[in-house]
């Protein structure tokens, strides 16, 4: 949560009760109930519309398949390197080609009227 560990969360409870003290301690506690209630309530709202507007077709959507934790880089390059790739077949080089009257080699001709 936050990067807190309990210890440190402890410790920002003592130091908000001294500050805020025992008097308005309850008012704040309140307060802070009813704001996470609304977040919480405008996250489902939030949720709700977009499941509406997504549609069925994502309800199909294995979502564990697309979850990064499950990659380990070790075993991706070890099945990458224990494929067997299939044996190509040799090809017959292409015939020589005639002549043509450009010759090939070097750059190509500079075009001063292309776009």
Known sequence: MFGINGAEFIVLLVVAVVVIGPERLPRYAEQLGSFVRSARGYLQDAKARVDAEIGEEIADVDWSKLDPRQYDPRRIVRDALLDDEPV????????????????????????DEAT
């Open 88 to 111: 190509r077949e040799r090809v017959a080089p292409p015939p020589p080609r005639a002549p043509s009257a450009a010759p090939l080699d070097g750059p190509a001709p500079f075009d």
